[in-house]
T-cell receptor, first 112, second 117 residues
C-alpha cells in the first residue's frame, strides 16, 4: 500500500464548476499537508499548505485536513480554464527525518 | 532573479551511456532534492542532500549517483545500471525543515525530460 493515495484522473469539468480533489494517507506521523499545482512540462509550485488538521482558504481555493480519517481535500470554486493542471498532494512528517511524500497527482481539465 | 535552474530541458541517452543532469540554485538553500516523475506515480525521491559533501539515498536510488561539492549545485548522473531511465526529472531545494508549524517550501526547477533512444 502506498503511503499517499491519489486518483490520477483525468477529471474534466465545465468552467464555473466546483472541483474536489482528494488524497488519503496511511501514516499518522504526517503533520504538513500540501497541494502543489503543476502545469504541463513545468515543475510543481506550492499552492497551499495546512499544518495539522483544519481548513484553510485562499481565494477560490480551500484546503481541508481530516486527520481522524487520514483524508485531505482541495476545493476549487468557480473553476477557470487556467486551473487546468495536475494537482499533487504532498505530506511531511517526522517519519525518520522530514521527508516529503507525494501523491500521484490528479490531472484536471476545465472546459470553457 | 533567485531560483533553481535545471539543464538541459530535453536529453537523449543511448543504451549503456551515462548522462548527467544539472541543477543549480541561487536561493542559498541548504537542502536539495532529485525526484523522478512517471505518469500515474507522482514524484519519487531519488537522492537528497541537506549539507555540502553529504547526501542520502531516497526511495529509488539504484542506478543513480549524485555529488554535492558546492551548496548551489547538485548534479544527478543517470548510469547505465538504471534500466528504465526514461522519465521527467525534477530538482528542488529548500531550507532544511525543522520545528513545528512553519513549512519550509520546496522550490522546483522546470525539469529535464530524459529519453532513451
Amino acid at each position: 500500500q502506498k503511503e499517499v493515495e491519489q486518483d490520477p484522473g483525468p477529471l474534466s469539468v465545465p468552467e464555473g464548476a466546483i472541483v474536489s480533489l482528494n488524497c488519503t494517507y496511511s501514516n499518522s506521523a504526517f503533520q504538513y499537508f500540501m497541494w502543489y499545482r503543476q502545469y504541463s512540462r513545468k515543475g510543481p509550485e506550492l499552492l497551499m499548505y495546512t499544518y495539522s488538521s483544519g481548513n484553510k482558504e485562499d481565494g477560490r481555493f480551500t484546503a481541508q485536513v481530516d486527520k481522524s480519517s487520514k483524508y485531505i481535500s482541495l476545493f476549487i470554486r468557480d473553476s477557470q480554464p487556467s486551473d487546468s493542471a495536475t494537482y499533487l498532494c504532498a505530506m511531511i512528517g517526522n517519519t525518520g527525518g522530514f521527508k516529503t511524500i507525494f501523491g500521484a497527482g490528479t490531472r484536471l481539465f476545465v472546459k470553457a | 532573479d533567485g531560483g533553481i535552474t535545471q539543464s538541459p530541458k530535453y536529453l537523449f541517452r543511448k543504451e549503456g551511456q551515462n548522462v548527467t543532469l544539472s541543477c543549480e540554485q541561487n536561493l542559498n538553500h541548504d537542502a536539495m532534492y532529485w525526484y523522478r516523475q512517471d505518469p500515474g506515480q507522482g514524484l519519487r525521491l531519488i537522492y537528497y542532500s541537506q549539507i555540502v559533501n553529504d547526501f542520502q539515498k531516497g526511495d529509488i536510488a539504484e542506478g543513480y549517483s549524485v555529488s554535492r561539492e558546492k551548496k548551489e549545485s547538485f548534479p544527478l548522473t543517470v548510469t547505465s545500471a538504471q534500466k528504465n531511465p526514461t522519465a521527467f526529472y525534477l530538482c528542488a531545494s529548500s531550507i532544511v525543515q525543522r520545528g513545528q508549524g512553519v513549512l519550509t517550501e520546496a522550490f522546483f526547477g522546470q525539469g529535464t525530460r530524459l529519453t532513451v533512444v
